[in-house]
């Protein structure tokens, strides 16, 4: 049973940082495209960054240049890195795998606020 489970969100002030985890598992996760959603309060989904399966990257153009998303060595688990966070950064992070399949994770929160 493939199963991915976000971690890593919570409560930031603006300026500050977090850094997401996405952990699979029932996958070989590094043949999977792995990307990173945010949901808006209306469901709508926006692409926050990606990793493909050769490493190369692609980011939301709100995200270049603050947030980095990379595969951490033990070979299941993708970061999200996220610094100097705005208060429009407020939602929902989703992690989504493809690879054989489409499969995305239950979301974490991440509140940014003074």
């Known amino acids: 049973q493939v199963q991915l489970v976000e971690s890593g969100g919570g409560l930031v002030p603006p300026g500050g940082s977090l850094r997401l985890s996405c952990t699979a598992s029932?996958?070989?996760?590094?043949?999977?495209?792995v990307r990173w959603y945010r949901q808006g309060p209306e469901n709508q989904r926006e692409l926050v960054a990606q990793v493909s399966i050769s490493g190369t990257t692609h980011y939301g153009d709100f995200a270049r240049g603050r947030f980095n998303i990379f595969r951490g060595d033990d070979r299941n688990t993708v970061y999200l890195q996220m610094n100097n966070l705005e208060y429009e950064d407020t939602s929902v992070y989703l992690c989504?795998?493809?690879?054989?399949?489409?499969?995305w994770g239950q979301g974490t929160q991440v509140t940014v606020s003074s």
């Open positions: 029932g996958l070989v996760f590094t043949i999977c495209l």
């Open positions: 989504n795998a493809i690879c054989h399949g489409d499969y």
